[in-house]
C-alpha cells in the first residue's frame, strides 16, 4: 500500500516537474524503480486541464492576422539567410528558437546607404527632400551633390556607367529577394493545398473501401435473398440422426433452387472435427451419393457455403464425420442428415 | 475567429495530433485550425498569470510562433496537444511575468482588474469545452482553501515549493502534502476528462 502511494507520488513529481523551467525533475526511487509512465502522463494531462477552469479569452482578429505576417516574414527572412551572398552568421541554428522581434519592428528596417540616397537623388529630383538627410552618415559627403534645380526634368544621368553598377545590384537584389519571397509564398500555399489534396484523396480512398465492403456484404445478403425467394425452392432441415458430443445441439438447414441448380448451407451448433478427423458434406441422389467438399466447421460461428452445382436427382443432403483425406463414398458416421424436403 | 458551432466535431487529441504533424510541414492552415481551437483557452490562462491583456496577447503570439518553429518537437508519447499548448503557454507567461518591467505593469493592471475584465461569453464554443470548464471550476471549487491556493501559486504563480512555503508562512513539508493531495483528488474526480486526452 505504502509502495503505491509512493509509486504514484514519484508519478507525480515527474509530471509537476514538467512546470520546472529546467525540465522534469528525476526522482529518485529507492528501489531504483522508474515512475509508472501511465500515472505521470495521467497527472502531466491534468495539470494541461487546469486552465479550462478560466473563462476563455477570444482574441482580437487582428491577433491572427499579425501572427501569419509574423510567420510569412520569419519565412522569408529564412530564404534570406539560406541565400549565400545574404548569409549572415547570427548564431542561430534551426533547432534554437528565432529571437523574438516584436511584429512590425520598425527598427528593422534598414536606412538607405549614402550611396543609394544620392542614386535616388540623381534619378529622381526632389526625392530627397523626402529622405532626412540628417540620418544620413558622412556630412562632409552630403554637400558634395550640388543642388538640382526644380525646373530641371527628368533625364538619365550623363554619367557613363559600368556595365554592372555595384549600386544598382543592391536595389536587384532586394528586387530579386522580394520576387523569390513572392514565389517562396506561393509555393507554399499550394504545397499547404497540395498536402490537403493528398488527405482529402486518402480519406475519400478509405470511404471508398469502405463502401466496397459494404457493397461486398450487400450483394452476399442479396445473394442469399435470391436464393430463398427465388421460383421453386426446397428446403431441407438438417438434423441429427444419433447423440454425439459431436453433433448434440447441431442443425442446419439447405435452400434449393433446383431450376438453376442452386444450393445455400447452412450449420449452426456442431462441433469442430476432432484432430485427423474432417466433416465431409453429401449429395444423396437416384445414383448413389456424390460428394460436396469438406465441411470447416469453426467452434465461434455458424457454417455457410453455397454453389450453383447441385447433381441432378438431388434427394437429400448428408454431413459426415470421415477420416482426413479423399473420399468416393462416405464411411464414416452421419451427423446430420436432411431427406425431407418442404417446397416454397 | 469565428464561435465554433456545436454542430461542429469536437477536436480529438487524434486530430489534433494530425495537426501538429502538418504544421511540421510548414502549412499555414493546419496552424490557423489550431490557433481556432485553442486560443481562447491559452489567452485565457496568460491573461490569469499576466493580468496585462497586452502582455497575454503577446505571450500567445509567441507561443504559436515557436509551435510554428518547433512543432517537431511535440512528442505525442508525453502529453496531448492541448497540454502541451498549455505548458508552453504558462512557461512563457511566467518568463514574462519574472522581467521587472511587467512585474510594474501588472501590478498597475491589478488595480483595476476587477473593472476590465475581458470576457467573452461566445468564446465558449464546443459543448465538451464548455463542459469540461464547468467541471474543472467544480472540482476546483470543491478543493479545501489551502489545498487550491498551493496550487494556484505553483501553478498560475509559477512559485517552486519553497518560495510558496515563504510567502505563505506555511512549512514546506506542509506545501508538499497539500501539493500532492489536490493533485491525488483532481487525478481522481477528473479521470474521465485526463483519459479523453490520452
Redesign the interface.
Known amino acids: 500500500m505504502s509502495a503505491e502511494r509512493n509509486k504514484?507520488?514519484q508519478a507525480?513529481l515527474v509530471a509537476?516537474g514538467?512546470?520546472?523551467?529546467n525540465g522534469p525533475i528525476q526522482p529518485t526511487s529507492p528501489a531504483g524503480e522508474p515512475p509508472d509512465p501511465t500515472l505521470v502522463?495521467?497527472?502531466?494531462?491534468?495539470?494541461?486541464?487546469?486552465?479550462?477552469?478560466?473563462?476563455?479569452?477570444?482574441?482580437?482578429?487582428e491577433?491572427?492576422q499579425?501572427?501569419?505576417a509574423?510567420?510569412q516574414s520569419?519565412?522569408a527572412a529564412g530564404t534570406a539567410e539560406e541565400a549565400p551572398a545574404a548569409a549572415t552568421d547570427e548564431g542561430v541554428t534551426p533547432?534554437q528558437?528565432?529571437p523574438?522581434r516584436p511584429?512590425g519592428d520598425l527598427t528593422l528596417i534598414q536606412s538607405p546607404t549614402r550611396h543609394e540616397v544620392d542614386e535616388m537623388a540623381l534619378h529622381h529630383p526632389g526625392a530627397a527632400d523626402a529622405v532626412d538627410m540628417t540620418l544620413i552618415k558622412s556630412p562632409s559627403e552630403r554637400a558634395t551633390p550640388p543642388p538640382l534645380p526644380q525646373s530641371v526634368p527628368f533625364r538619365p544621368p550623363a554619367v557613363t556607367r559600368p556595365t554592372a553598377p555595384p549600386a544598382r545590384s543592391s536595389w536587384g537584389t532586394v528586387l530579386l529577394a522580394a520576387m523569390l519571397g513572392v514565389c517562396l509564398l506561393g509555393l507554399?500555399f499550394f504545397?499547404?493545398k497540395m498536402?490537403?489534396q493528398r488527405a482529402t484523396i486518402a480519406r475519400l480512398e478509405e470511404d471508398f473501401t469502405a463502401l466496397q465492403a459494404e457493397h461486398n456484404e450487400l450483394l452476399e445478403a442479396k445473394k442469399h435473398l435470391d436464393m430463398v425467394t427465388a421460383v421453386a425452392r426446397h428446403i431441407y432441415r438438417m438434423q441429427p440422426i444419433a447423440e454425439t458430443a459431436q453433433q448434440a445441439s447441431a442443425q442446419g438447414i439447405v435452400y434449393v433452387c433446383g431450376k438453376h441448380k442452386r444450393w445455400y448451407l447452412y450449420l449452426q451448433g456442431l462441433e469442430p472435427a476432432p484432430s485427423g478427423y474432417q466433416y465431409y458434406l453429401w449429395f444423396k441422389t437416384r445414383q448413389g451419393m456424390e460428394s460436396g467438399g469438406a465441411v470447416e466447421v469453426r467452434h465461434d460461428a455458424p457454417y455457410e457455403a453455397e454453389a450453383h452445382d447441385l447433381p441432378v436427382g438431388t434427394q437429400g443432403f448428408l454431413v459426415t464425420l470421415e477420416k482426413a483425406g479423399a473420399h468416393e463414398e462416405p464411411e464414416g458416421e452421419i451427423m446430420l442428415l436432411g431427406e425431407k424436403s418442404v417446397s416454397l | 475567429m469565428q464561435p465554433r458551432d456545436n454542430d461542429t466535431p469536437v477536436p480529438t487529441p487524434d486530430d489534433d495530433a494530425a495537426l501538429v504533424e502538418r504544421i511540421v510541414g510548414q502549412d499555414q492552415d493546419a496552424l490557423s485550425e489550431l490557433y481556432e481551437r485553442y486560443s481562447d483557452v491559452l489567452l485565457a490562462l496568460a491573461r490569469r498569470i499576466l493580468v496585462d491583456h497586452s502582455d497575454a496577447e503577446e505571450v500567445l503570439q509567441e507561443v504559436f510562433l515557436q509551435v510554428w518553429d518547433q512543432a517537431k518537437r511535440y512528442d505525442r508519447s508525453r502529453s496531448s496537444v492541448s497540454t502541451w499548448l498549455v505548458l508552453i503557454t504558462r512557461s512563457r507567461a511566467i518568463d514574462r511575468l519574472r522581467s521587472r518591467q511587467v512585474v510594474d505593469r501588472t501590478l498597475a493592471a491589478v488595480q483595476q482588474e476587477n473593472q476590465d475584465l475581458h470576457t467573452s461569453p461566445e468564446g465558449a464554443r464546443a459543448v465538451l469545452f464548455e463542459q469540461r470548464r464547468q467541471r474543472l471550476r467544480r472540482e476546483m471549487e470543491e478543493l479545501p482553501a489551502e489545498q487550491r491556493q498551493v496550487l494556484e501559486h505553483a501553478f498560475y504563480g509559477g512559485m517552486a515549493q519553497s518560495e510558496i512555503a515563504r510567502v505563505t508562512g506555511i512549512p514546506l513539508g506542509t506545501v508538499k502534502t497539500r501539493t500532492m493531495l489536490a493533485m491525488k483528488k483532481l487525478r481522481k474526480a477528473l479521470r474521465a476528462e485526463i483519459r479523453e486526452l490520452l
Open positions: 504514484e507520488e507525480l509537476w514538467h512546470l520546472d523551467p502522463r495521467e497527472y502531466t494531462e491534468l495539470l494541461g486541464l487546469l486552465p479550462y477552469e478560466l473563462e476563455p479569452e477570444l482574441p482580437r482578429p491577433l491572427w499579425q501572427l501569419r509574423a510567420i520569419e519565412a533547432t528558437p528565432r523574438k511584429i507554399g504545397a499547404g498536402n490537403e
